[in-house]
Protein backbone atom coordinates (compact mmCIF):
# COMPACT_ATOMS: atom_id res chain seq x y z
CA UNK A 1 0.00 0.00 0.00
CA UNK A 2 2.58 2.70 1.04
CA UNK A 3 6.24 1.45 0.70
CA UNK A 4 9.10 3.06 1.76
CA UNK A 5 12.07 2.28 0.27
CA UNK A 6 15.44 3.67 1.86
CA UNK A 7 13.94 6.66 2.06
CA UNK A 8 16.42 10.01 3.63
CA UNK A 9 15.87 13.29 4.41
CA UNK A 10 18.70 15.90 4.50
CA UNK A 11 18.12 19.67 4.81
CA UNK A 12 20.79 21.82 3.87
CA UNK A 13 22.74 21.94 6.84
CA UNK A 14 23.79 18.28 6.12
CA UNK A 15 20.76 17.30 9.09
CA UNK A 16 19.51 14.23 8.75
CA UNK A 17 15.78 14.15 9.63
CA UNK A 18 15.71 10.58 8.53
CA UNK A 19 17.85 8.10 7.09
CA UNK A 20 17.39 4.78 5.22
CA UNK A 21 13.86 4.22 6.12
CA UNK A 22 12.68 1.20 4.81
CA UNK A 23 9.26 0.64 5.87
CA UNK A 24 5.48 -1.12 4.38
CA UNK A 25 2.04 -0.47 5.65
CA UNK A 26 -0.04 -2.26 4.97
CA UNK A 27 -3.74 -1.56 3.37
CA UNK A 28 -6.27 -1.40 6.00
CA UNK A 29 -3.64 -1.42 8.68
CA UNK A 30 -3.61 1.10 11.63
CA UNK A 31 0.10 1.53 12.10
CA UNK A 32 1.51 3.95 14.57
CA UNK A 33 5.10 5.57 14.39
CA UNK A 34 6.60 6.62 18.17
CA UNK A 35 9.28 8.27 19.22
CA UNK A 36 10.73 11.28 21.39
CA UNK A 37 11.13 14.56 20.16
CA UNK A 38 12.69 15.24 16.57
CA UNK A 39 13.08 11.55 15.90
CA UNK A 40 11.32 11.84 12.14
CA UNK A 41 8.38 10.62 12.67
CA UNK A 42 6.31 14.04 11.56
CA UNK A 43 8.47 14.59 8.77
CA UNK A 44 8.18 10.62 7.64
CA UNK A 45 4.17 11.16 7.75
CA UNK A 46 4.57 14.30 6.01
CA UNK A 47 6.42 12.31 3.10
CA UNK A 48 3.55 10.23 2.68
CA UNK A 49 1.63 13.44 0.75
CA UNK A 50 4.59 15.33 -0.06
CA UNK A 51 4.34 18.50 2.86
CA UNK A 52 8.24 17.58 3.02
CA UNK A 53 10.13 15.94 -0.25
CA UNK A 54 12.31 13.28 0.09
CA UNK A 55 16.28 13.53 -0.19
CA UNK A 56 16.67 10.31 -1.23
CA UNK A 57 14.79 6.51 -2.13
CA UNK A 58 11.15 6.72 -2.95
CA UNK A 59 7.90 6.46 -1.33
CA UNK A 60 4.88 4.90 -3.25
CA UNK A 61 1.48 4.09 -3.21
CA UNK A 62 0.17 1.08 -4.23
CA UNK A 63 3.18 0.61 -6.33
CA UNK A 64 3.46 4.17 -8.20
CA UNK A 65 6.04 6.64 -6.75
CA UNK A 66 3.90 9.51 -5.20
CA UNK A 67 6.40 12.13 -7.32
CA UNK A 68 4.29 10.57 -10.72
CA UNK A 69 1.04 11.87 -8.94
CA UNK A 70 -0.30 14.92 -9.75
CA UNK A 71 -0.03 16.82 -6.22
CA UNK A 72 -3.03 18.06 -5.83
CA UNK A 73 -5.19 15.00 -6.51
CA UNK A 74 -2.65 13.10 -4.27
CA UNK A 75 -3.64 15.15 -1.51
CA UNK A 76 -7.19 15.92 -2.08
CA UNK A 77 -7.01 11.38 -1.71
CA UNK A 78 -5.50 11.28 1.60
CA UNK A 79 -7.17 12.56 4.64
CA UNK A 80 -4.71 14.43 6.98
CA UNK A 81 -5.58 15.11 10.92
CA UNK A 82 -3.51 17.86 13.01
CA UNK A 83 -3.74 18.34 16.54
CA UNK A 84 -4.51 22.02 15.95
CA UNK A 85 -7.05 20.73 14.23
CA UNK A 86 -7.19 23.27 12.14
CA UNK A 87 -11.30 24.35 11.18
CA UNK A 88 -12.48 27.15 9.37
CA UNK A 89 -13.66 29.98 12.43
CA UNK A 90 -15.84 31.36 9.65
CA UNK A 91 -17.44 28.17 7.91
CA UNK A 92 -20.23 25.96 9.33
CA UNK A 93 -19.43 22.77 10.51
CA UNK A 94 -20.94 21.38 7.19
CA UNK A 95 -19.06 23.29 5.24
CA UNK A 96 -15.78 22.55 7.17
CA UNK A 97 -16.42 18.91 6.32
CA UNK A 98 -17.67 19.39 2.63
CA UNK A 99 -14.49 21.11 1.61
CA UNK A 100 -12.62 18.26 -0.21
CA UNK A 101 -16.08 17.09 -1.89
CA UNK A 102 -16.40 20.14 -3.05
CA UNK A 103 -13.01 20.41 -4.72
CA UNK A 104 -13.65 17.68 -6.08
CA UNK A 105 -17.12 19.03 -7.87
CA UNK A 106 -19.51 16.32 -6.00
CA UNK A 107 -22.69 17.86 -6.25
CA UNK A 108 -24.83 19.13 -3.92
CA UNK A 109 -26.86 16.46 -2.64
CA UNK A 110 -24.37 14.30 -2.63
CA UNK A 111 -22.30 16.66 0.06
CA UNK A 112 -25.31 16.64 2.18
CA UNK A 113 -25.74 13.16 2.44
CA UNK A 114 -21.99 12.99 3.43
CA UNK A 115 -21.58 15.24 5.63
CA UNK A 116 -25.18 13.81 7.28
CA UNK A 117 -23.74 10.04 7.15
CA UNK A 118 -20.56 11.38 8.81
CA UNK A 119 -21.53 13.50 11.83
CA UNK A 120 -24.05 10.31 12.75
CA UNK A 121 -21.03 8.25 12.16
CA UNK A 122 -19.28 10.21 15.28
CA UNK A 123 -22.25 10.27 17.49
CA UNK A 124 -23.15 13.97 16.58
CA UNK A 125 -26.90 14.69 15.49
CA UNK A 126 -26.73 16.37 11.86
CA UNK A 127 -29.76 18.42 13.14
CA UNK A 128 -28.04 19.76 16.06
CA UNK A 129 -24.24 20.11 14.69
CA UNK A 130 -24.66 21.07 11.17
CA UNK A 131 -25.18 24.73 10.97
CA UNK A 132 -22.82 25.49 14.15
CA UNK A 133 -20.06 27.26 14.24
CA UNK A 134 -16.33 25.76 15.13
CA UNK A 135 -16.15 27.82 18.69
CA UNK A 136 -19.52 26.38 18.95
CA UNK A 137 -18.25 23.04 19.84
CA UNK A 138 -15.77 21.28 22.82
CA UNK A 139 -12.50 20.63 22.05
CA UNK A 140 -13.20 17.01 21.87
CA UNK A 141 -16.09 17.92 19.06
CA UNK A 142 -14.04 19.69 17.31
CA UNK A 143 -11.47 17.28 16.59
CA UNK A 144 -13.92 14.81 15.62
CA UNK A 145 -15.35 17.54 13.14
CA UNK A 146 -10.83 17.08 12.44
CA UNK A 147 -11.42 13.41 11.91
CA UNK A 148 -14.88 13.35 9.52
CA UNK A 149 -13.45 16.03 7.37
CA UNK A 150 -10.81 14.14 6.44
CA UNK A 151 -12.61 11.09 5.76
CA UNK A 152 -15.35 13.17 3.32
CA UNK A 153 -14.30 12.54 0.57
CA UNK A 154 -13.67 8.76 0.95
CA UNK A 155 -9.92 8.40 0.85
CA UNK A 156 -7.68 4.94 1.49
CA UNK A 157 -5.28 6.49 3.29
CA UNK A 158 -5.16 8.97 6.37
CA UNK A 159 -2.69 10.68 7.75
CA UNK A 160 -2.94 11.59 11.91
CA UNK A 161 -0.40 13.66 13.62
CA UNK A 162 -0.71 13.43 17.42
CA UNK A 163 -4.57 14.35 17.12
CA UNK A 164 -5.51 14.35 20.25
CA UNK A 165 -2.21 15.26 22.18
CA UNK A 166 -3.76 18.52 23.44
CA UNK A 167 -7.20 17.26 24.57
CA UNK A 168 -8.15 16.59 28.37
CA UNK A 169 -7.11 12.87 29.74
CA UNK A 170 -10.91 11.81 29.23
CA UNK A 171 -11.76 13.38 25.89
CA UNK A 172 -8.88 11.89 24.45
CA UNK A 173 -9.24 8.18 25.95
CA UNK A 174 -12.84 8.75 24.56
CA UNK A 175 -11.43 9.64 20.62
CA UNK A 176 -9.09 6.84 21.04
CA UNK A 177 -12.14 4.44 21.82
CA UNK A 178 -13.96 6.19 19.00
CA UNK A 179 -11.25 5.96 16.23
CA UNK A 180 -11.01 2.01 16.91
CA UNK A 181 -14.82 1.76 16.54
CA UNK A 182 -14.64 3.88 13.12
CA UNK A 183 -11.49 1.85 11.94
CA UNK A 184 -13.87 -1.24 12.36
CA UNK A 185 -16.22 0.03 10.55
CA UNK A 186 -14.10 1.75 7.52
CA UNK A 187 -10.68 -0.44 6.88
CA UNK A 188 -8.71 2.60 5.89
CA UNK A 189 -5.01 2.59 5.96
CA UNK A 190 -4.34 4.86 8.60
CA UNK A 191 -1.03 6.49 9.68
CA UNK A 192 -0.61 7.95 13.18
CA UNK A 193 1.72 9.73 14.74
CA UNK A 194 1.92 10.68 18.89
CA UNK A 195 4.57 10.42 21.59
CA UNK A 196 2.41 8.38 23.56
CA UNK A 197 3.21 4.91 23.80
CA UNK A 198 0.04 3.74 25.84
CA UNK A 199 -2.06 5.78 23.11
CA UNK A 200 0.28 4.07 20.61
CA UNK A 201 -0.12 0.43 22.13
CA UNK A 202 -4.04 0.97 22.33
CA UNK A 203 -4.39 2.14 18.88
CA UNK A 204 -1.78 0.39 16.36
CA UNK A 205 -2.17 -2.65 14.46
CA UNK A 206 1.97 -2.54 14.26
CA UNK A 207 4.24 0.25 15.65
CA UNK A 208 7.45 1.71 14.21
CA UNK A 209 9.53 3.20 17.19
CA UNK A 210 11.70 5.81 15.55
CA UNK A 211 15.52 7.63 17.11
CA UNK A 212 17.24 10.06 15.62
CA UNK A 213 15.62 9.22 12.32
CA UNK A 214 16.03 5.34 12.12
CA UNK A 215 13.96 2.76 12.80
CA UNK A 216 14.69 0.74 16.28
CA UNK A 217 11.85 -1.64 16.07
CA UNK A 218 8.89 -2.04 13.55
CA UNK A 219 6.36 -4.75 15.44
CA UNK A 220 2.91 -5.23 16.91
CA UNK A 221 2.46 -4.03 20.22
CA UNK A 222 2.86 -7.44 22.04
CA UNK A 223 6.62 -7.59 20.49
CA UNK A 224 7.05 -4.00 21.64
CA UNK A 225 6.44 -4.80 24.92
CA UNK A 226 7.44 -8.40 25.39
CA UNK A 227 10.44 -8.38 22.86
CA UNK A 228 11.84 -5.01 23.03
CA UNK A 229 14.65 -4.87 20.18
CA UNK A 230 17.36 -2.76 22.30
CA UNK A 231 17.98 -0.66 25.66
CA UNK A 232 16.37 2.15 24.10
CA UNK A 233 12.75 0.63 23.21
CA UNK A 234 12.77 -0.94 26.81
CA UNK A 235 13.10 1.99 28.25
CA UNK A 236 10.86 4.11 26.01
CA UNK A 237 8.37 1.37 26.62
CA UNK A 238 8.59 1.40 30.09
CA UNK A 239 8.84 -1.62 32.62
CA UNK A 240 5.29 -1.47 34.20
CA UNK A 241 3.73 -0.55 30.54
CA UNK A 242 -0.04 -2.29 30.94
CA UNK A 243 -0.64 -3.25 27.21
CA UNK A 244 -3.74 -3.01 25.29
CA UNK A 245 -4.89 -5.91 23.55
CA UNK A 246 -7.46 -6.49 20.73
CA UNK A 247 -8.97 -9.75 20.12
CA UNK A 248 -10.24 -10.94 16.37
CA UNK A 249 -13.42 -8.60 16.87
CA UNK A 250 -11.69 -5.63 17.94
CA UNK A 251 -12.50 -6.45 21.49
CA UNK A 252 -10.01 -4.45 24.07
CA UNK A 253 -8.88 -6.11 26.99
CA UNK A 254 -5.63 -5.02 29.17
CA UNK A 255 -2.63 -7.94 29.80
CA UNK A 256 -0.41 -7.58 32.27
CA UNK A 257 2.85 -5.47 32.41
CA UNK A 258 5.65 -6.31 30.94
CA UNK A 259 7.27 -9.89 32.03
Given amino acids: MIKFTNVSKCYQDDTFAVRNLDVEIEQGEFFVIIGPSGCGKTTMLKMINRLIEISAGEVSINGKSISEYNIHELRWNIGYVLQQIAL ?7 ENVAVVPELKKWDRKRVERRVDELLEMVGLNPEMYRNRKPNELSGGQQQRIGVIRALAADPEIILMDEPF ?9 KLQDDMLELQRKIRKTLVFVTHDMQEALKLGDRILVMKDGEIEQLGTPEEIVYNPANEFVETFVGQNQQIVLRDTQGVLSESGARR
Wanted: hydrophobic share 50%.
Fill in 165 to 173: SALDPISRM
Fill in 88 to 94: FPHMSIA
